[in-house]
């Protein structure tokens, strides 16, 4: 076996259309749920607005203003020697709405000229369709994803890309770490991957389960148009990894973990199996959960199944069976303990690079399909010297040890793996807080928390640092 990674290994960064590019109204965009999103904190929750509210500050509004900077900042992806580079459509700037019969051409143009330029940086453009960038008016009109009406609204917004750019794109994802609201107590969660809002008295638990089979029945359809209209399109899902340890050796403790990747995880079955698995099905019989699945549904479950896994890798996690609490009732809220042999970033997650190393081994086990890669990377608070020199050697160390475990997953387990994109290869907003100062950028960008800076672009140390481990293929760590 190679002791390599393949030759043509996707390196590359990844970003979210919402988090870099700001012009929230350039171009005839419509407002998308991240505009209506305030700045939180390390401890603080981002704060939901009814609508755009004069006087409130929305990070995601200017961002980083990619919009008008992209040039700039693709030439500095090139010269760190990136194959690939990551983004979103914003359905937004497409259909602006979501509800127009017509595609908004100056959105459409806008990422025509982006991947025009990637390509001619050789920098190959990889999609994801939906990356918490909802039309924020299916939220007030339909009451967001639990709507089977917006299914038949995606899927027009995905057809329109794949037609449009099937020549520029091979590899797309249909919805960006669909599985974070199986934590669907929290707001932010529900908010971001389908446009919902829960009164008092509603069964959360349910209502998200409803929202994510309308988007899970949505994406295998956009997967069998994408086949369609190109079979040499790569269709993927993007699911949200932390593995779940049990916190002992206890057999209980064991079965929670297991409860857990279950509950998190079932996503990646309906993708990849195109159909439920029983101990869902089961759940919710227990639950007496009543989940609208047409016949219709399951066959377009089962006529949609991708093609690889991408997925994002932060942490880990560990659960403890609670002797109060039944598996039913336990969730990653209620029963996560802190793992004492991990240290942790300034945000409390957890650094466990060889959690990455399971992670792939896990998805390669269970699902036997190339994997991808499409975030990981290190949240961090950085100094800019008096020179204007940035050394962030705890960036560094990060990812090198991920890396390390990444390529002893290729080369000594033989997993297929495609590439590997790092979160916010250049600085941008927070998805979680709203923050500017939670850095993962190679790339520095001049703005903080408080609105302030001249938007300037400057490498970081961790720039040279990546653009040789991507010069060597990795073997340079
Ligand atoms: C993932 C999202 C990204 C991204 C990243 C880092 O959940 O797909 O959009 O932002 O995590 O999270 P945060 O921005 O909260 O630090």
């Known amino acids: 076996m190679t002791q390599s990674l393949p030759k043509d290994f996707l390196w590359g960064g990844a970003v979210a259309a919402h988090q870099l590019e700001g012009g929230w109204q350039e171009g005839g965009k419509g407002i998308s749920v991240a505009d209506v999103m305030t700045a939180g904190g390390p401890n603080k929750a981002r704060g939901i ?17 990619f919009y008008h900077h992209y040039k ?22 497409i259909y602006p709405t979501g509800e127009e019969t017509e595609p908004n051409e100056s959105g459409l143009k806008f990422y025509d000229d982006l991947f025009d330029e990637l390509i001619k940086h050789d920098i190959e453009p990889i999609v994801t369709l939906s990356h918490f960038e909802l039309p924020y008016h299916l939220v007030t009109k339909y009451g967001g994803f639990r709507n089977r009406k917006l299914i038949d609204l995606f899927v027009k917004f995905a057809t329109t890309c794949l037609q449009r750019y099937q020549g520029k794109v091979t590899y797309w994802m249909t919805f960006n770490e669909i599985n974070n609201q199986a934590n669907y107590d929290n707001d932010f969660s529900v908010f971001t991957n389908s446009g919902l809002h829960f009164e008092p008295g509603e069964n959360r638990e349910e209502g998200m389960y409803q929202a994510a089979h309308n988007e899970l029945v949505a994406s295998a359809r956009v997967v069998k148009i994408g086949h369609n209209i190109n079979p040499d399109l790569k269709m993927g899902c993007m699911i949200a990894m932390g593995p779940v340890y049990p916190a002992t050796m206890a057999p209980d403790d064991v079965l929670a973990a297991q409860k857990a990747m279950e509950k998190n995880y079932f996503f990646a079955d309906v993708h990849v199996n195109g159909f439920y698995p029983s101990f869902l099905t089961k759940y919710w019989a227990r639950q007496g959960f009543e989940i609208d699945v047409t016949a219709q549904d399951e066959q377009d479950l089962h006529n949609g199944t991708v093609d ?8 880990s996690h560990a659960i403890q069976k609670n002797e109060g609490r039944s598996f039913d009732e336990l969730t990653m809220q209620n029963s996560l303990v802190r793992n004492t042999y991990l240290e942790a970033s300034d945000w409390g997650w957890q650094i466990d690079p060889k959690g990455l190393r399971y992670a792939l081994n896990w998805f390669t086990d269970k699902y036997h399909l190339p994997l991808f890669i499409v975030e990981n990377g290190f949240g961090a608070y950085d ?3 008096p020179d204007g020199s940035i050394h962030d050697d705890y960036r560094i160390d990060y990812l090198r040890e991920h890396i390390r475990q990444m390529k002893l997953a290729v080369t000594e387990d033989g ?16 998805a979680g807080t709203g923050e500017m100062d939670k850095r993962y950028g190679f790339i520095y960008v001049d703005k903080n928390n408080k609105n302030e800076g001249s938007l300037a672009r400057s490498k970081k140390d961790s720039f040279e640092w990546f653009k040789t481990v991507i010069a060597t293929n990795g073997e340079q760590l």
């Open 383 to 385: 100094k800019v010297e």
């Open 308 to 315: 690889y896994i991408g997925f994002s890798y932060y942490m």
């Open 49 to 65: 607005t009814d609508g755009v509210v004069p006087g409130e500050y929305y990070p995601n509004h200017e961002a980083i203003d």
């Open 72 to 93: 700039e900042d693709i030439s500095l992806f090139k010269e760190m020697g990136f194959k690939c580079f990551r983004t979103s459509i914003a359905w937004t700037r």
């Open 415 to 430: 997993v297929d793996l495609i590439g590997y994109t790092p979160w916010g290869c250049i600085d941008l907003v927070s």
